[in-house]
Nanobody, 124 residues
Framework: QVQLQETGGASVQPGDSLRLSCEVF????????MAWFRQAPGKEREWVSV???????THINLFAKDRFTISQGHRDTLYLQMNNLKPEDTAVYYC??????????????????WGQGTQVTVSS
């Protein structure tokens, strides 16, 4: 059974930076998508950035372009570096992974493993 554990969420001011981490307990298949999603109150869960496990392929949502960077480290740990945070970035951020491969890398239903989420609040 694969589990994901996010850390790094915090309350920050506009313009600040945060780095979220997602530790993987177990094995994710090579090339399977790993992702960061977020969900703000009253809104649908949306994808932020995705990366193929162990590969170079990544995608980033338009709202995050030039501000957020996804990367991967030791033991498949997934990171999300977030710079120049804005109040509209306030949300619960979730790490997700595919145990079973799916082409739906930009949809929550494409992922069958989820972390518990970490809160990011951006406010002055």
């Amino acid at each position: 059974q694969v589990q994901l554990q996010e850390t790094g969420g915090a309350s920050v001011q506009p313009g600040d930076s945060l780095r979220l981490s997602c530790e993987v307990f177990g094995r994710i298949g090579g090339g399977h998508w790993m992702a960061w999603f977020r969900q703000a109150p009253g809104k649908e869960r949306e994808w932020v950035s995705v990366k193929a496990n162990g590969a170079i392929f990544t995608h980033i949502n338009l709202f995050a372009k030039d501000r957020f960077t996804i990367s991967q480290g030791h033991r498949d740990t997934l990171y999300l570096q977030m710079n120049n945070l804005k109040p509209e970035d306030t949300a619960v951020y979730y790490c997700a992974a595919q145990y079973t491969f799916s082409v739906n890398w930009d949809r929550p239903e494409g992922y069958d493993i989820w972390g518990q989420g970490t809160q990011v609040t951006v406010s002055s």
